[in-house]
């Protein structure tokens, strides 16, 4: 491997060239959001809507790799558009999230269930650190573009959380942004 510059679109966050594209589309979110009436109603209405992106760049040879997240800003009934949250397989593998355009939030959870929020806003670069699960949600009314590096060797488990979801939702209630208690995790 040589070294090299790659472009990352400053409007659309797209990295050029990636070595793997995926989106996220609202169908595949049936028991991440709360409210699966409204998740049903918004894809009959709207249809079933790409929430984000994620392009990224690994290349053979070293032990880091990097991509973009695009998340589209949106609401499933009060809940904001969000990742799915993932811990990382590796218990010994933090991340870096940097903001590039939009505004949401980084909704971290340890182990044994302490959540911790770091804003998500152009210049803010956060540290993930290992073993802390991570979910980012646009709470605001444009794209949410951040730059992620990691481990190759990181891994995703998917698997807590998508069992009983995070500890706190963010939602929008009466026009603000706010934390309640999620009743799946207490349950
Ligand atoms: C990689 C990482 C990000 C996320 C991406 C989508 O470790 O944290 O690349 O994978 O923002 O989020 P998930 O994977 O939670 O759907
Ligand atoms: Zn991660």
Redesign the pocket.
Known sequence: MLPQGVAIDSRTGIVSPSTTVYEKRLSEFRGVYSDTAALDALIASKGDLVTYTVSERKDPGTDIFFGTTVMQPGRVGEEYFMTRG?F?ARRDRG?IYYTQSGEGLLLLQSRDGEIRTVEMKPGVCAS?PPDWG?RSINTGTEPLVFV?C?NQD?G?DYAEIATRGMRQLVVQRGGMTAYVANPKYEA
């Open positions: 993932h990382h991340e993930i991570h992620w990691c990181a995703h």
